[in-house]
């Protein structure tokens, strides 16, 4: 075991591009190769502030699912959120957070530690902890992680060479439609690879990862349940907002699935009709209860149903954030995620860059 061990410095150019999900396939891989992982993600953005220590909540829950011991966990050093901005704008923070990253590393053990970096190249630059500063203060390599939107791609991993360098050790492109996966594989992974920028790994989208289950909704929504609170752990992939005629709703809810449904609790008809297709759960707004008609189809079913004193704008609002920035602590996107990378990602490749030799091979 090296006495100072390597570090990889996990990043992207956008926020919510899905890193803790592809460091913890990734982590996996390393782990099956014998290597000795460490994990730590110096910007917290989602702390648990019931615990006496500093600690992201990504970070407690990958180091359970790894079973990494208590010194293959490195602190966070910072929340981000507005209290610790202003400390620091109004001078009241002055840490120097090069100096304890430096620290950071040097008591660093094992074979390789993976650093999840903040959300985007520049976050945490207040701080000196924006991902150009960390990669150098503790001498890392790092692997990009992008989702795929459009060719447009391009111009953000090209920006985010120049920044980086030579530290720039490679990609990984996430979430990509299936109808532009031979676009991504023909055309932009080739012309990348010209400008010397290595693509570990395209991974295709996958619903489920972009999922979020029924009680992360609750949670958001500040939600009632009024039946089926036992199946919390249904997962919701999209969501449809029943304001129509019954006929045309259940064209509509036929071609969805695993779907949340929006609608007035005074909508029986939408109601029945949602509950005869792909639904998850039913969101009724509107403060009216719904018929007991309903509730013993919805508990028969197993579908939760919740109310909200949301109007429904609002309430679609929610839940399209609460998409677009889901976690992933739920143990079926675990097995998820180790599928996609062990089929999709170079973990040889990325270990021969970081002159590393597995210590063994499955």
């Known amino acids: 075991m090296p006495e100072s061990a390597k570090h990889l410095?996990?990043?992207?150019?956008?926020?919510?591009?899905?890193?803790?999900?592809?460091?913890?396939?990734?982590?996996?891989?390393?782990?099956?190769?014998?290597?000795?992982?460490?994990?730590?993600?110096?910007?917290?953005?989602?702390?648990?502030?019931?615990?006496?220590?500093?600690?992201?909540?990504?970070?407690?829950?990958?180091?359970?699912?790894?079973?990494?011991?208590?010194?293959?966990?490195r602190p966070t050093l910072l929340a981000l959120d507005e209290v610790t901005i202003a400390q620091r704008i109004n001078g009241e923070n002055q840490v120097n957070y090069q100096h304890v990253l430096n620290q950071y590393t040097q008591s660093a053990s094992g074979d390789l530690v993976l650093l999840e970096g903040p959300g985007t190249l520049n976050e945490g630059r207040l701080f000196d902890l924006s991902l150009p500063q960390v990669a150098q203060a503790v001498d890392a390599s790092v692997l990009l992680v992008t989702r795929f939107h459009s060719g447009l791609v391009v111009d953000s991993l090209l920006a985010a060479q120049q920044a980086l360098g030579d530290r720039l050790l490679g990609i990984l492109i996430n979430d990509i439609s299936l109808d532009q996966m031979e676009l991504v594989n023909s055309t932009i992974r080739p012309f990348l690879e010209k400008q010397g920028i290595a693509v570990l790994g395209l991974l295709p989208r996958n619903d489920l990862l972009r999922s979020v289950s029924v009680g992360e909704l609750v949670h958001q929504l500040n939600a009632q349940v009024l039946c089926r609170a036992d199946r919390m752990d249904l997962m919701v992939e999209s969501l449809k907002i029943g304001a129509m005629n019954v006929n045309s709703a259940l064209k509509y809810f036929r071609k969805a699935r695993n779907m949340a449904v929006v609608t007035g609790g005074d909508r029986t008809d939408i109601q029945l009709a949602a509950l005869e297709t792909s639904t998850q759960c039913l969101i009724l707004t509107g403060q009216?209860?719904?018929?007991?008609?309903?509730?013993?189809?919805?508990?028969?079913?197993?579908?939760?149903?919740?109310?909200?004193?949301?109007?429904?704008?609002?309430?679609?609002?929610?839940?399209?954030?609460a998409f677009g920035q889901v976690r992933l602590h739920e143990s079926v996107k675990v097995q998820a995620v180790r599928q996609m990378m062990h089929k999709h990602f170079d973990v040889d490749r990325l270990l021969t860059s970081l002159g590393l030799e597995p210590a063994y091979s499955k």
């Open 9 to 73: 410095l996990i990043g992207s150019p956008e926020a919510y591009s899905g890193k803790s999900a592809m460091i913890l396939g990734m982590a996996y891989q390393l782990q099956e190769k014998g290597l000795d992982i460490a994990y730590g993600k110096p910007i917290g953005t989602c702390l648990n502030e019931s615990q006496d220590d500093v600690l992201d909540e990504d970070v407690r829950f990958i180091a359970q699912i790894l079973n990494l011991p208590d010194n293959r966990v």
């Open 288 to 321: 009216i209860p719904p018929s007991p008609t309903i509730v013993s189809r919805a508990e028969d079913l197993e579908v939760p149903i919740l109310s909200v004193d949301l109007d429904t704008l609002t309430t679609v609002e929610i839940v399209d954030r």
